[in-house]
């Protein structure tokens, strides 16, 4: 397995050779470690729309992930990764699993996941979406007042 972050890998992890890249701060180590990895795990029990989910699918790895938060808008379940339940390992490990014994599966959903990060999360549509947003607000507010 390839780790990279701040803590050190859980002790349950022991049986499973690693690898710990650490901290990664520069983009470019982050790309390749996450074009490196056959598939991205982010077993969070809390997030928001996760920049990390993201950046893995944009470098078309597939996510299996907890269903938390706004995890599920880009970890679509069954096209760009798969999804457990929070805080349950046996089904992180299944799905991680399904994954690593698919590789046509792997690739699918590697393709749909670098789709979706071009249409739904690039920069430029994020800045659409934002000014959108702030235009349809500046305009609800002068019809009210």
């Known amino acids: 397995g390839l780790l990279f972050g701040k803590h050190e890998p859980p002790a349950g992890l022991a049986t499973v050779p690693l690898v710990n890249l650490g901290f990664l701060t520069k983009p470019?180590?982050?790309?390749?470690?996450?074009?490196a990895a056959d598939i991205f795990a982010l077993p969070s029990h809390a997030e928001t729309i996760s920049q990390t989910a993201v950046?893995?699918?944009?470098?078309?790895?597939?996510?299996?992930?907890?269903?938390v938060g706004g995890v599920p808008e880009v970890v679509r379940h069954g096209e760009t990764g798969l999804?457990?339940?929070?805080r349950d390992a046996a089904a992180l490990a299944e799905a991680m699993r399904?994954?690593?014994?698919?590789?046509?599966?792997?690739?699918?959903?590697?393709?749909?996941?670098?789709?979706?990060?071009?249409?739904?999360?690039?920069?430029?549509?994020?800045?659409?979406h934002s000014r959108e947003v702030y235009e349809a607000s500046l305009h609800a507010r002068r019809a009210g007042a």
């Not at 950046?55 to 907890?66: F, N, R």
């Not at 999804?83 to 929070?86: F, Q």
């Open 98 to 128: 399904t994954l690593a014994d698919d590789p046509s599966l792997r690739v699918r959903m590697a393709e749909a996941g670098k789709a979706l990060v071009r249409e739904e999360f690039a920069v430029g549509v994020q800045v659409r």
């Open 83 to 86: 999804l457990a339940p929070p």
């Open 28 to 35: 470019a180590e982050q790309r390749r470690a996450f074009s």
């Open 55 to 67: 950046e893995a699918l944009a470098c078309g790895t597939p996510v299996v992930a907890s269903d």
